[in-house]
């Protein structure tokens, strides 16, 4: 008797702690890593194509002048580099590849602060437009990552139309 009362006894007591312990949620930490985007520029090797980087730099500029931050935060300017492209065909379309570096570098002083870096890529069925998908992933990253309010689109768009 004093078995089948004691198993569930001993079960909860050891729940009860479990269910204390709280993982700290993710917009906690991310929280000291946003800044007050000042301006943005675009560089990349000379293989890229120019247009790849007109492109990118248009959206990102846009995204940056669109955004207007109610606290103050550490003012900066962001430097992206497109390192590398790439273009893998397939038996249907083909798969655009770009690995990007972004920094984040002071305004006051002039230091950098952080750096990171991505790949991102487009599916496309033809070649047309290539540069201009690829600078769009590339430009709804850094908007997402920075937290710019970009002219961004609707997510069921993004997945029909990249």
């Given at each position: 008797m004093f078995r089948c009362v004691s198993r569930p006894v001993l079960v909860v007591l050891i729940i009860l702690p479990l269910m204390a312990f709280r993982m700290p949620a993710a917009s906690e930490s991310s929280e000291s890593l946003l800044y007050d985007v000042r301006g943005a520029f675009v560089t990349a090797r000379p293989t890229v194509p120019q247009e790849l980087v007109i492109a990118t730099d248009m959206l990102v500029d846009e995204a940056v002048r669109a955004t207007v931050r109610k606290t103050m935060l550490p003012r900066t300017i962001i430097s992206v580099?497109?390192?590398?492209?790439?273009?893998?065909?397939?038996?249907?379309?083909?798969?655009?590849?770009?690995?990007?570096?972004?920094?984040?570098?002071?305004?006051?002083?002039?230091?950098?602060?952080?750096?990171?870096?991505?790949?991102?890529?487009?599916?496309l069925l033809d070649n047309a437009g290539a540069d201009r998908a690829l600078a769009q992933r590339i430009a709804d990253r850094i908007t997402t990552e920075f937290r710019l309010?970009?002219?961004?689109?609707?997510?069921?768009?993004?997945?029909?139309?990249?």
């Open positions: 580099r497109i390192d590398q492209i790439s273009r893998l065909p397939l038996m249907i379309g083909s798969r655009h590849e770009a690995k990007v570096t972004v920094k984040v570098i002071a305004v006051a002083s002039g230091d950098p602060i952080a750096e990171g870096s991505f790949k991102t890529s487009v599916f309010d970009g002219p961004g689109r609707p997510a069921i768009v993004n997945a029909l139309f990249p």
